[in-house]
């Protein structure tokens, strides 16, 4: 694993490596299961289903989600026995021609060199592989011989064409692109912009783009309707502000991504202690088209409400370096706590809070400020 060996800092989590996250000793209150997983699985099982025959209407489909060892002995085994069936078929043309039989050199075979069912198994192989050692070929004997030569190579074709797509698919599956997508461990809600807003971060370790990359959120709570109807999933979608103005985005360095918390919002009313006090669940999608593939590709996580951090925002990761512009990774996870108020956005909005916040960070001198004029004041009187 990338983290174990020291590539890969702790205050990040790749997609897939759920494994790595250190939990802490103590146990907290008993919340609610995760909907989504911190590397992207669903925590969803799928019970009591009855018409398990649907699945074989999408043979292709079952087969590349089959895991790696049976998809390995159904491509196994589906050569065998189309081999073993067709050698019982050259072994019963061959028993009721005669060609199992000693004759003189006057006799032709409907295929040459088969005295047994072993001698009919390579024959079989030789066939359907077109291997075509030399010593045994269908003579224009039999019209039977002749026709079960052409089925047994459409078949041959069949299997190959299915079992070698199923493997290639499954060698170039999307999931494998997102192993490099990378979120923040922690997501943060702090001011930007003038405006309370719920960022996380996200990045690309490779060189290689997504190309029109697009990111979702939603939020996932038990709610209930007026009706009293208890949705224990109820999946809210959230408004971002894009940080490059458009639909997509260009992943190729780290961005925040960021959700105003306004009237529209799920958050908008809630404070920091009612964040903390509500099973909610904030589900990241980030989608794409990975560029040398050409193959749709998704990445996902998930934040848990002790997973927020209220009053704090990324450092930023990218410096100008002889020219070029550098990302350090081991700042990706990174936070710093800022002046934010301890409210939910709906008092701020009610109240105006947001002004007087604001008008309080201009008029209150920042800490080194602060030593500077401690410093003058002390300097002042030995001149």
């Known amino acids: 694993m990338l983290s174990r060996k020291g590539l890969i800092p702790d205050d990040y ?12 000793i103590f146990k907290a209150k008993a919340r609610k299961a995760r909907f989504v997983a ?10 009591n289903i009855r018409e398990q025959g649907r699945f074989l209407l999408d043979v292709f489909t079952t087969l590349v989600d089959l895991k790696w060892l049976h998809t390995l002995i159904i491509f196994t085994m589906s050569f065998l026995c189309s081999w073993l069936l067709f050698a019982m078929v050259w072994w019963l043309i061959a028993f009721a021609h005669g060609d199992l039989e000693q004759k003189g050199d006057d006799f032709v075979p409907c295929v040459t060199d088969i005295h047994s069912f072993s001698s009919a198994f390579l ?11 030399g010593g045994r070929m269908v003579t224009e004997e039999c019209l039977s011989a002749i026709v079960v030569l052409i089925i047994q ?16 698919m499954k060698t170039a599956q999307a999931n494998r692109r997102a192993e490099t997508l990378i979120f923040s461990k922690h997501s943060v809600i702090s001011i930007r912009n003038n405006k309370l ?3 996380i971060r996200l990045g690309d370790l490779r060189k290689s783009m997504i190309i029109s990359a697009t990111v979702r959120m939603q939020v996932v709570r038990r709610s209930t309707t007026p009706e009293g109807e208890v949705v224990p999933l109820d999946q809210i979608d959230i408004h971002m502000d894009n940080p490059v103005g458009t639909n997509g ?8 991504i960021c959700h105003i918390i306004n009237k529209d919002s799920p958050l908008y009313e809630l404070s920091p202690a009612e964040l903390q006090n509500n099973d909610i669940e904030v589900i990241v999608v980030l989608e794409g088209v990975v560029e040398t593939t050409g193959i749709t590709t998704q990445a996902r996580t998930s934040y ?15 410096s100008e370096e002889e020219g070029t512009y550098a990302v350090d990774y081991s700042k990706f996870g990174n936070t710093v706590r800022v002046p934010t108020p301890n409210c939910s956005a709906k008092k701020l909005d009610e109240d105006g809070a947001i002004a007087r916040f604001q008008l309080h960070e201009h008029a209150t001198p920042r800490p080194s400020a602060r030593r500077r004029v401690k410093r003058q004041s002390t300097i002042s009187p030995l001149t």
């Open 13 to 24: 989590l790749l997609t897939r490596l759920a494994e790595d996250v250190q939990h802490p």
């Open 38 to 47: 911190k590397n992207g699985t669903c925590n969803v099982a799928h019970t």
């Open 123 to 133: 024959f079989s192989i030789e066939v359907q592989v077109t291997i075509g050692f």
């Open 153 to 168: 190579n459409i078949v041959g074709l069949l299997i190959n064409a299915i079992m070698l797509g199923c493997i290639f």
């Open 197 to 199: 807003c719920f960022m």
């Open 249 to 256: 985005i260009f992943l190729v360095a780290p961005l925040i």
């Open 304 to 318: 848990l409400s002790e997973e927020i951090l209220w009053g704090q925002r990324f450092v930023p990761t990218i």
